[in-house]
Each structure stands twice: as C-alpha cells, then as structure tokens.
C-alpha cells in the first residue's frame, strides 16, 4: 500500500511543468536533455526544427515585454501546496446544487480546479482590477502563495498588508501585468476548445490587456473589443470617457470557423408578441384563422410608440407559428416571370415587376408544397414567402452594449438593502454574453467575482431559457474596514448578517438574495438557484518540516500525516481535488465494519478514514469494501484511500492491501 505524501503528485495540483516537458518529448524527443539542475531545451534544435536560421537568442521581436515577466510564467507553472475546505453551513441546497463559490486567492484557486476542470469551461468573464491607482492588486509570493493569502486576509500573523497600486510606485504597469498573466495562462487551460474568455477593463490598460492575451491565447483567437456604453460621464474637461472595453478572445477561433459555431442573441422587444400569441393559441387551438384575426386585431390596439412596432408585420399564423409575409421578388429586377398557379382557383397568380426570387419553377413548387409560400384570396395579388418570427428572433450579437450604469448600481441597492457596492457590473449585460456563449449544461466561471453578478446572470438566464448552466466564483475574501470610510457601509452591513467584514461575505449574500428574487418572479423554474462553498487553505496532508535541533520530537509530531482539526469531509474534497474529480459529483457513504466508507463518483474513488483499523477487523472491512464495490460497477479503475495512522500495524495493513488486490482492487493508497 503506497503512502501518500505532500509530496506526492496524488496531493498536488498538477505539475504544469512536468507535463510541458512531456508533450515536448513525445513531439519531439531530441529537444529535451536531462542537465545539471533537471530538464533543459536545447534552444539551438528548437530553431531547426521551427526552420529558425538566426544564431542569437537576444534578437528583439514582436510582442510585450516587462519586468518580471518570466516569473510571472513561472508562477502560473508552480503547483499549489493548498486545497479547498468545504463549508456547508455557507451553502445554499448543498446536497443538489452543482454551482459554487470559492473563498480565496483565484491564483491559487485556478491551479487547485485544473485536474477536475481543465478544457471544460464554456465560458469565462471576469472583471479583473483596472489599475485606476487605487484598487488593489494581488502581491503575490513565489516562495508561498498559501501564506502570502492567509497574511492578506489577516487569518494568520503576518506583516502582509493590502494596499493600493500607484502611479507613483515606479511599476505601475508591470505591477498589473505580473498579477494577470499567470492568472490567463491557467484560465486557459480551463476552456473548452468552442470556449471563450471576455475581459472587462478600462482604456488605463486596453492595450497592454489586449498584447498580453495575445501572447497567452495567441492573436488569431482575438474576437472582439466589445463596448460597454454606460451614459455619459462629467468627469473630464476635454473628453468624457463613457465607456468601458470587454475583450474577448476565443479558446481556438478556428474550431469556431470549422464546426460552424455561431453565437446568437434573442432580439430585443420580442417577449410582447410571443405572449400574446401564446394567449391566442390557448384561446383558438389550431385554428388558425381566428388566432391571425386576433393577432392583428391586437396590432391595430397598439400604440405608435410600443416596442411592437419593431415587428408589426407578424401578424399572421399557421402550425409552425407566427410569420410576416415577405418579399417574394427578385432583388433589383429582372427576374424569371414563369406562372405560378393559386392553390385555390387554379389560375396563374399576378407575377411581381421584379420577376420571382428564384429562377427554379421546380424550387418554387417545393416552397408552395411546403406550405412556405403565402397566396391572397385569389389570383389577382402577388403570393408572399412565409418568414417566420422562429427563424428572425436571433442575431449575431452587436459589439456595443448600451446601459446606464446607475441602473445596476441602484438595483443591486434595492436587493441588498444598502450601497455595498461601488459601480457593480449589470447583470443583464452579463446575461446576454452568458446567452450568446453558452447553453444546456456549460460551465461558466468568473475568478474575480466582486458582487456576484455573473452568478446572478447565469442563474436568470437559466430561468428565462430552461438551461442548467453551472457557474464557479471564485472571490478573495478582502477585510472590509469599518474606519475607512469607502468601506463602513459594507463593513456594517457584514455586521447586520453576523457575518465576517469581507467582500466574500457580501458576494455570498448577494447569490442568496438573487436567488430569492428570481424564485419568485420565477415560480415554475425548477433549476439549481444554490451554491456549495469553499475556502482556501493549506493543505490538510502535513508537510515533513523536520526540526533539526528536536528531531525526535519531529518525528513523533509526524506520526500522524494529517493536520488537527481537519475533518473527514475536508480531506474527502482534497482527495476529489487532487485525483481530479467534480467538486460537485456525488458521495454516498455506508457503514462497513463498523467504519463509515465513502463513495465518491459512483465508486471512482472508494475512502475509509477511520482513525482505527485493528487487525480483526481487515478482512471484514475489506471484504464489504470489494462487494460494494462490485455492486457499483464503476466504469474506470478505483482508487482506494485509507488514514495511515489507522492500522493497528504494518501486519494490518498489508492484509486488507492483499485482500483489495484479490479482488481486483490495486490502486490503493493511505494518507
């Protein structure tokens, strides 16, 4: 029975460099030596093989450069040494609900989530700091990222402070970059292959924004600089910057062209019609007739100014549904003026000027068989093509979105209660690109959550079309300072809720109360309105920290591999972590020996934690271990995981790995 160690490959998140050099050896076998300090790319065979004929490697080129840019790649590549702690008393429906809203430092956070989540993000939005000079910007720590956040958010001694990132620190820029860049490499890697990321920013850092997405997702995966137009700003004597940039790049723009992808928005001014024709089609059935009189009788009610105008020509009705009759004529004139004969009286119709849309009589007499063609009473006016208001409702989405920013603002007022939030982001703006990328069960993650708008776009735009999309938030939980006085409101209103002054905190209320909201302008949706809840922290597997001075007290304290205080459902969610397993996929438990067993993922992985295996209970616990087992049928291998310090002795041990082995159990490891 192999032990697992902090050090194992098992207890980490994945180890982006090992596999870096591993795609590279199997590409390319030659490129990649063993040197004095480890792996090392022989950078002159790079060149022959891309067919690079320079012999420098100092040569200027295209591209952004700044300070700390290699150790900002290097830092995206360090596996993390934390894990994620569940907290089902912070949760909402904990025992159905596939969302969640993690609590932590999102470097950290995107590094633990690569394993169960890597290429299976629909979509990523996240509305970073601007680097306006006063929000704050992460100081991350190469050496301990763990203990750099837990200083940060004041859960353990340290001389770590928050702060602002100003002009005048000399790094103003580079600053920023080094806080993004490792961040959108492992945001990458999440992204499905038809996957998109869009990234809210200010003209401050657009265009350095927009060079290092290049450099991570490469130029050719550059969609769109979309426009958030939110009203107009006094703020400027010489030009009122308005508006804000979301870029947007894809995972591979390519696959997008290759499978046809297209996305799509349901036009605005729509929902009118489609009530109403809802309520003629419970009134009239399929007579049709009567459900066209009553369409355009209620046309005629309308006034000039309603937003029905838009559309006023869908006014008549068959079995497909709602349709204007359209222009049946050739563009521009001069088209074939065959005959055409009325379904009806049997003779020719009247020919528009322009001649038919199509020179195919045949083609036509598929149109008119198919019931696609529209013909008057009789003969004497001009047939019309059915468009039909199904195939018309979406567009390709415009790269400007207008809203008046107030608006968010006073509506995230009125569902909290207070002004918590300075200029939150609108979660209908959020809901439309949630509409246009995704769909049915895609994944959409925002690791920069702030108030929780994306959680509240994904869950109304789940309510308004019937999906089951999932979201991830990820959000620092930044103290909330009661003195200061752009944060008391806040800072008083965690103290309303008996909650901790965090911004964390505040998201966490605001997908409660959204939630709340949309349940009841939504009373027939059924969908997932919860969210299950993680915190960051050090890893629950003790690292070996020999003391060199005590070393016989080192190894008593390290008898026990895992940290005090630290539950079974903790170590149970690191092992779903580490072995890259759905934070949400379901755990059944059972009672074996008097032990409680746990399955997780149908059998996948098979973990008794008990604090005490004697060697009379091995082979009972054993054997009920393999018949469960047999009765879940798992479709991959199994992965068994027991409490080192639980076997009564190395005896003990050995016996229950023989027994798993026996039936067909090999893979089985102890913490």
Known sequence: MK???????????????AENIARLKALFPELVTEGPKGASVNVDVLKQLVGDKTVTDADEKYGLNWHGKRRARQLALTPSTGTLRPCPED????????????????????????????????????????????????????????????????QVEGGRRISSNTEASGRFHTDWLNMMYPRLKLAR?????????????????????????????????????????????????????SHEYIVCYARDAGFLTEQKIEWRQRKKGLEDIYAQYEKLKREHGTNYAAMTAGLKEWYKGLADSHPAKVHRHYNHVDARGVFFPADISWPGGGGPKYAVLHPMTKRPVKIPARGWITPDPAKMQTWIKDDRVHFGDDESKVPCLKAYLRDQEYQAPYSVFYQDGRAATKRLRDLMGADCFDFPKDETVLQEIVEMVTSGSDVVIDFFAGSGTTGQA????????????????????????????????????????????????????????????????????????????????????????????????????????LKEGRTEQDILYELLLKLGLDLCVPIE????????????????????????ITRDEVELLAQGIAAWHKALAPA????????????????????????????????????
């Open 91 to 154: 949760s909402v429906d904990w025992d159905t609900t596939q969302n969640l809203m993690i609590e932590g430092d999102n470097l950290e956070v995107l590094k633990l989530l690569q394993k169960s989540y890597a290429g299976k993000v629909k979509l990523i939005y996240i509305d970073p700091p601007y680097n306006t000079g006063k929000d704050f910007v992460y100081p991350d720590d190469f050496k301990d990222n763990i203990r750099n956040y837990l200083e940060l958010t004041g």
């Open 589 to 612: 438990t059972k009672t074996i020996a008097g032990k409680a067993v746990h399955s997780i993922g149908g059998g996948v992985l098979l973990a008794c934690l008990a604090t005490q």
């Open 636 to 671: 991959g291998d199994t992965t068994c995981v027991f409490r080192d310090s639980a076997f009564a002795d190395d005896v003990a041990k050995t016996n229950l790995a023989a027994i798993l082995n026996q039936h067909h159990l090999t893979n089985v490891r102890s913490l």
């Open 458 to 561: 994904v869950m109304a735009q789940n309510a308004a079309d019937g999906g089951n999309r999932r979201y991830i938030l990820v959000q620092l939980p930044e103290p909330l300072d009661p003195e200061n006085t752009d944060q008391k409101v806040a800072a008083d209103f965690c103290d309303t809720l008996g909650k901790p002054r965090n911004i964390a905190e505040l998201t966490k209320e605001r997908l409660r109360r959204a939630a709340k909201k949309i349940r009841a302008e939504n009373p027939t949706f059924a969908g997932d309105l919860g969210f299950r809840v993680f915190k960051l922290d050090s890893s629950n597997i003790r690292a070996w920290e020999p003391d060199r001075d005590n070393l016989d007290q080192t190894l008593l304290d390290h008898a026990e591999h």
């Open 3 to 17: 032990k697992l160690t902090a050090n194992d490959p098992e207890t980490r998140s994945p180890d982006l460099v």
């Open 189 to 241: 890697d999440l992204l499905t292959q038809d996957g998109a990321i869009f990234v809210s920013c200010d003209e401050t850092e657009q265009a350095r924004l927009r060079l290092a997405m290049d450099d991570v997702f490469g130029g050719e995966n550059f969609i769109a600089d979309m426009i958030w137009a939110a009203g107009r700003k006094n703020d400027s004597r010489l030009v009122s910057v």
